[in-house]
């Protein structure tokens, strides 16, 4: 039997405890330890999570010879340093998203990541979700024909605290819609046709109560195969059951109408309609994402999750933020090319 492989989480947030549960499914494969800044607290998300060890410091974990890997979950802000730190190291990484702030940014981590000959993932998990998977396959297979229309919602009231760190955009790296939108827009651009064309709206941004972040956007966009569709992302609006959402894929053959978080899949072409269930075990794609990451590191294989692909997603990011002060009719600005 071969060795697990050995990874140290920088941060005992929330978010590492969600990581920490799905790997629970890899027994023997996987080794987890947990680094904080504050000792105690790496001690006591290392017992939580059962986990190998515990680490005062995030180079300590770093600079140990024992960890293969370290998963990087803490704000954005620090992302950058803690990732070049970890290449410098010859550790291989796995960085939450959004990964950095910067188009810069990128192409610094893609530099040292080739110099250091070690995988990068970007923590993508939507793209490993079931949904997404069967989002793709219908469209491949021309369940609904030529596509027009795409139409995706995710709305929700789900307000943040006075004291939570997305409140300050210097540790968020923007936003709401930057900090957790950007999944949604992955899920949009993922699917087969590619976003050649975006521009952002954004309604006026209510400062009051202690969650003081721009919470809305409205994002259209045009693929490369002239469809056309629409983002609708808030975070302060009230949604069914505190956030179920229907999304739509328009074709000339049929619809495909899907809930936004991957429960089901009605498809509406030619033929009796039929409801696909992605399948609930690995929903949030947390596990499928951490087989593509064991599979890069034991065999050199490129990552779904490439830095390469986690460009092309903050090059609309980009683009987004630049069309907001555009007045005047919609008009989409293209996507250029800036590795």
Known sequence: MREPVRIAFLGCGFITRVHSRHLKAFKGEIACSYASRDRARAEACCRACRGAGSYPSYAAAIEDPRIDAVVIAVPPRFHLDLTLQALEAGKHVLVEKPAYPRMEDYRTVLRARDRAARVVLVGENDHYKPLAIALRRLLATGAIGTMVFAHFQTIAKRLKTADDWRNDETMAGGDAFFEEGI?????????????????????????????????????????????????????EIPSLLHGLRLSKLYGRDGIITFESNGAFVLIRGKGWPRVVLPGFRDIRGYRAMYRDFLRAIRHGDVPQMSLERAIEDQRLMDRIYASLERTGPLAVAPVEADL
């Open 183 to 235: 999944h949604w827009l992955h899920l949009a651009g993922s699917l087969g046709p590619r976003i050649t064309g975006v521009q952002g709206y954004r309604p006026a941004v209510s400062r009051d109560g202690p969650d003081r972040r721009a919470k809305s956007m409205l994002v259209a966009f045009r693929y490369d195969n002239e469809a056309v569709g629409a983002l609708y992302y808030s975070r």
